[in-house]
């Protein structure tokens, strides 16, 4: 079956722009998580959502991060007035089961965002 | 607070040697999971293996293993007969009772030489 999809795949933003990151869940999947992966880093968590319900956005770095998942599937990460320290790879991850912590998370293959 | 520790960086190893990645975790719960994921060039994050923290019993999956000890607090991964296409970042994972994300380690850039 079709896995977790991602686009674009590679984004090059000048800095000041914004940006839209979208996230195509494995059909059914309940959970579903965006992480950032900075150059040689593993990945850091930004938000989690349950259905359209964001119940954790902890790990965005800051008010320019934004992310929504308005019917239960798609989800879009949007960062308003890029900075270079924002470049790095976005991962978005699903998952099918409410317990998040104890069942696998399903990646897609992540957006590289490059700020100039 | 939750720390998983992948010491080693780099390992470069010879096609059908084995090889071992090693991964210490940090956590005060007492009910946790660990998982290990493979990173190829392609990006994606290929899931390999979930242990409960109640389940000390190593498992092995063809030509991989794993070696979990509370004692010490590692959960390593063994890799025998290493091949080309075993050629990827790897990264172990922690996951804690209530918590909504992994907490990865830094990844250990794993290159099988043929």
């Known amino acids: 079956g079709a896995g977790v999809s991602q686009s674009p795949r590679y984004k090059v933003a000048k800095r000041g722009q914004d940006v839209a990151l979208r996230c195509d869940p494995i059909?059914?999947?309940?959970?579903l998580f965006w992480y950032q992966q900075a150059l040689g880093q593993g990945p850091e968590f930004l938000t989690y959502f349950q259905n359209e319900a964001q119940l954790d956005k902890s790990g965005l770095p800051s008010d320019r991060f934004f992310a929504e998942r308005p019917e239960g599937s798609v989800s879009t990460l949007k960062i308003q007035r890029t900075q270079q320290e924002d470049s790095a790879v976005y991962l978005c991850a699903s998952s099918l089961e409410l317990g998040t912590w104890a069942y696998e998370q399903y990646f897609g293959p992540g957006t590289r965002l490059t700020v100039t | 607070a939750q720390k998983v520790t992948q010491a080693q960086t780099e390992i470069s190893v010879v096609e059908k040697e084995d090889v071992t990645l090693d991964c210490v975790y940090e956590?005060?719960?007492?009910?946790?999971?660990l998982f290990w994921y493979k990173q190829p060039p392609s990006g994606e994050l290929v899931f390999l293996i979930r242990?409960?923290?109640?389940?000390?019993q190593n498992e092995i999956s063809g030509r991989y293993s794993w070696n979990f000890q509370k004692s010490t607090s590692s959960f390593n991964f063994t890799i025998t007969a290493s091949q080309v296409v075993d050629s990827a970042v790897y990264f172990c994972?922690?996951?804690?009772?209530?918590?909504?994300?992994?907490?990865f380690g830094t990844g250990t850039r794993l290159t099988v030489i043929p």
């Open positions: 956590t005060r719960d007492t009910t946790y999971y």
């Open positions: 242990r409960n923290s109640f389940d000390e």
């Open positions: 994972a922690l996951s804690v009772t209530g918590a909504n994300n992994l907490f």
């Open positions: 059909s059914g999947h309940v959970s």
